[in-house]
């Protein structure tokens, strides 16, 4: 254990990167290759949290600005999220990673609420936690949620697994070819610059909190086992 960098992380992943090719819905082989992976760093000795996002079922903002009210549009969005977590979790079983679904809304039938000293303990255990449903409240982002279960459990960096992104530009390297990467940036930098990681709340919240941030390239096998271990791929944020 001496070579890893990151003994606790909380991995995020966006809901598209349960779809697959697809880009919508959920594909289950997709999602078994995420949790054969998620296995490999996990028998590593890496304590896990994830967070994943719901867009690949619904997006809240999209559905608001059609004329949906912001709250209830929310709220849907964070019932996707439990989906998402459910089949996920269902899928690390599968590969032998005894996992617990926490959500910040009661679904007692489904998974236990989310209680940071329970979820601590399941860490302990070496289970994977993952954590569903956002904060419970509207108007917060998955990144949001992120941040916030990051400092909660103490991890010591949220793991920003992208579709097809390999770390942060100063402008979007799919329209601008003369695009530069950053290999390493601040978490003020990040804000001064108004760069699209997270939103400014969830960046605040890691910056307070003293948490690295390490966006990298999902679709890459083995790359959040490179990231665990320590080697320069992507892009860190950190104070």
Excluded: C
């Excluded at 697959?20 to 949790?35: L, N, W």
């Amino acid at each position: 254990m001496s070579q890893v960098k990151y003994k606790r992380v909380l991995i995020k992943l966006s809901g598209e990167a349960l779809a697959g090719e697809r880009g919508v819905g959920i594909d289950i082989a997709t999602v078994e290759e995420i949790a054969s992976e998620l296995k490999e760093v996990h028998d590593l000795g890496i304590e896990i949290a994830l967070v994943i996002g719901g867009g690949n079922l619904w997006r809240g903002e999209a559905a608001a600005a059609a004329g949906m009210e912001r709250v209830p549009a929310d709220y849907t969005g964070m019932l996707g999220t439990v989906m998402n977590a459910l089949v996920m979790a269902d899928a690390l079983e599968r590969a032998g990673v005894t996992t617990r679904v926490q959500t910040a809304i009661n679904m007692q039938q489904l998974a236990e609420p989310y209680v940071r000293g329970r979820a601590l303990r399941h860490l302990e255990k070496e289970r994977i936690v993952i954590f569903a449903a956002g904060t419970g409240s509207p108007y917060f982002s998955t990144d949001t949620t992120a941040a916030l279960r990051a400092a909660e459990i103490g991890a010591d960096a949220i793991l920003m697994a992208k579709n097809g992104v390999d770390g942060v530009y100063n402008d979007d390297p799919r329209t601008n070819a003369a695009a530069i990467k950053f290999d390493e940036l601040t978490h003020i930098e990040v804000l001064k610059q108004g760069l699209k990681i997270m939103d400014s709340t969830a960046s605040s919240l890691s910056m307070d909190n003293n948490i690295d941030l390490v966006v990298f390239n999902l679709n890459e096998t083995g790359n959040i086992k490179r990231v665990v271990l320590g080697e320069q791929i992507g892009t860190t944020v950190s104070n």
